[in-house]
């Protein structure tokens, strides 16, 4: 993508911050780039608001109202059950298309290929996004990331949504504070976004998943010292633990940081998975990853926006006590305990070499 977004986001109906990732993720992390979000249930307010952060970009009730703050793209900014287009977002993407946007799209199915929509687009000579299409010529992993000099590091997480991509983007700011060269792979539509570039994995065919992450590592290697590597899914998640595994044998990181949410006990929306303590979750990773590269788990990230402060401060005490390792919840307090950890493995490294 090489355009500077000014985005009209799209999150009709399901603003918020669960229910609006890739809208979430872009209003926190390139607030610069959006000048509105499209939500009927909540027009008349504030991002503020609605997330509790993001300032003053109004929430309006259509595309035309959002025009009059110059959008160049609509986002679709949220992903419907099985990622497919909402039939009452049509004439929502025929005004953007027809009012000169470009459409950037994360949903499962292919804006561009809609019959519809693509004579739309070439009428009015804008372009249509479609991030989770993969690229065409994937090979499959062979472990070509052993050769690469610099130190990559996975996210991992105890469910799906719960801080993966938020925590590496967090730890690069952090990282770059110390002048570290740091580089971020998203494999997700909202790292996409965010940085501009990526492979969104959960699209890709099953044997490629790991030569999509090994792609991106080689890729982001060439020019940084550290890799952060956006996880996906989850090893315990009963739907999506096969993309954990596809990234963390593609991606042959060097260490892991473990993602949780205190008060989240089950798997979302299937309660009868029950989520281990932080030590059976390490030993876990610890499991999967030594046949390959044994990556230790370095950090804790934990996700405490649904706790007072007492009680975010008291779970990450148990979860150092528990793992003997830093933990933070590096969006609310602070990400340096995370990136300190990550740099003392990479210089280590560099030690050894």
């Given at each position: ?18 229910t ?19 939500d ?24 035309a ?23 009452a ?55 070509r990331v ?15 949504n719960i801080?993966?991509m938020?925590?590496q ?37 099953a ?7 090994e ?24 739907g ?7 990234l ?6 060097h260490a ?12 979302r ?21 030594t ?36 933990a ?5 307090f ?20």
């Amino acid at each position: 993508m090489t355009m500077t977004p000014r985005y009209l986001i799209l999150a009709d109906g399901a603003f918020g911050p669960f229910t609006s990732k890739t809208a979430v993720g872009c209003i926190r992390f390139t607030p610069e780039q959006v000048v509105a979000v499209l939500d009927t249930v909540n027009a008349g307010r504030t991002v503020q608001d609605v997330l509790g952060f993001g300032g003053d970009i109004p929430v309006v009730a259509s595309v035309a109202e959002g025009l009059t703050l110059q959008p160049n793209v609509l986002l679709i900014g949220i992903a419907p059950a099985g990622g497919r287009l909402p039939e009452a977002w049509r004439p929502v993407l025929r005004a953007a298309l027809d009012s000169g946007l470009h459409v950037w799209s994360g949903l499962h199915v292919f804006i561009g290929d809609d019959p519809e929509f693509a004579e739309l687009a070439l009428r009015r000579n804008v372009q249509i996004v479609d991030v989770r299409k993969p690229p065409a010529d994937l090979p499959v992993s062979s472990g070509r990331v052993r050769d690469v000099d610099a130190t990559v590091i996975l996210t991992v997480g105890s469910d799906c949504n719960i801080g993966k991509m938020t925590t590496q983007l967090a730890v690069r700011a952090a990282l770059r504070d110390l002048g570290v060269r740091v580089a971020f792979a998203g494999t997700g539509q909202t790292g996409i976004f965010i940085d501009g570039k990526g492979i969104a994995v959960d699209a890709v065919v099953a044997d490629f998943i790991g030569g999509a992450a090994e792609r991106l590592v080689l890729d982001a290697a060439k020019d940084a010292d550290i890799v952060l590597v956006e996880g996906q899914g989850s090893l315990i998640h009963p739907g999506f633990s096969g993309v954990t595994f596809g990234l963390m044998h593609g991606s042959l990181p060097h260490a892991l940081v473990l993602c949780t949410q205190p008060s989240r006990k089950t798997i979302r929306n299937n309660d009868w998975v029950s989520i281990p303590s932080h030590k059976a979750l390490i030993a876990l990773h610890d499991a999967v990853t030594t046949p390959l590269r044994h990556a230790p788990t370095i950090a804790i990230a934990m996700n405490t926006f649904d706790l007072d402060d007492d009680a975010a401060r008291d779970a990450i005490e148990r979860a150092m006590a528990e793992t003997r390792l830093p933990a933070t919840d590096p969006v609310r307090f602070d990400p340096s305990p995370i990136a300190e950890a990550i740099l003392a493995v990479h210089e280590a490294r560099l030690a050894a070499r």
